[in-house]
């Protein structure tokens, strides 16, 4: 009976581990740092974004630049005047 006690305690112990149901989560993304240093700045601040985040980031900087520099795909409203 006092070998039976240990194991038993033990296999119930582990029995959440063993029961789990569905896959296991998947890894998170991996970061990857960039040092950025702003216009008019000389000390650079280090963004750490995963991969997809980076893209998104990107991508909200070429609109920027876009909008800014005249690029923007936007027509320009009737009448001719300015923004």
Do not use: H
Not at 7 to 13: G, P
Not at 28 to 38: A, L, N, Q, R, Y
């Amino acid at each position: 009976m006092r070998v039976c006690l240990p194991v038993f305690a033990m296999v119930v112990v582990a029995m959440p581990a063993l029961a789990q149901d569905g896959p296991a989560a998947p890894p998170p993304e991996k970061k990857i740092c960039k040092t950025i240093t702003p216009t008019g700045s000389i000390m650079g601040k280090r963004i750490c974004l995963t991969k997809s985040e980076w893209r998104q980031f990107d991508e909200i900087n070429e609109r920027t630049v876009d909008v800014v520099t005249g690029r923007s795909k936007m027509s320009a409203p009737k009448g001719g005047g300015e923004f």
